[in-house]
């Protein structure tokens, strides 16, 4: 209508709203990813734990002590944790050179983002674990030396 207004890229209104709403759905998928991978863990050690059900209440009924039982589960379950966690460093470590050219104004090689994304993961791996193992720990060990 007016000759004298520049235009400086029209776009839709649509592609305005998607390009604000970016990080945030970004932050929402890596959320979900995060809270999705602490319930497989949960589930995957629940699972363990109550196939190895038995075993744990022979155990306590032969005199072996309930935070020794509880302890020994969360370290068998954090083994593939940690597995998962170092080879998890290294692939980030060794692909950050790759991501160098992709991004910019941010340190590829982040000490922060190195010592924080484990450290959480770790935590939520053991609140994971925890909960199946004192749930194992409750079991009355009559009741499982009488369905052996």
Do not use: H
């Not at 935070?67 to 370290?75: D, E, F, L, S, Y």
């Amino acid at each position: 209508m007016d000759a004298e207004v520049a235009l400086l890229g029209p776009r839709l209104m649509t592609d305005v709203v998607n390009g604000t709403m970016g990080n945030a759905r970004l932050m929402t998928s890596l959320l979900t990813l995060f809270g999705l991978g602490a319930i497989g863990v949960y589930g995957v050690t629940a699972l363990v734990v109550s196939e190895r059900r038995k075993e744990i209440g022979i155990r306590i009924a032969l005199g072996a002590e309930r935070t020794r039982v509880a302890r020994r589960t969360i370290v068998q379950g954090l083994f593939p944790v940690g597995l998962g966690v170092a080879v998890g460093l290294l692939a980030s470590y060794s692909g950050a050179g790759l991501l160098e050219d992709l991004v910019f104004g941010i340190e590829t090689l982040d000490v922060g983002t190195f010592l924080t994304a484990p450290t959480a993961l770790v935590l939520v791996a053991l609140v994971a674990l925890a909960l199946p193992a004192v749930r194992a720990t409750r079991v009355d060990p009559v009741r499982t030396l009488r369905e052996e």
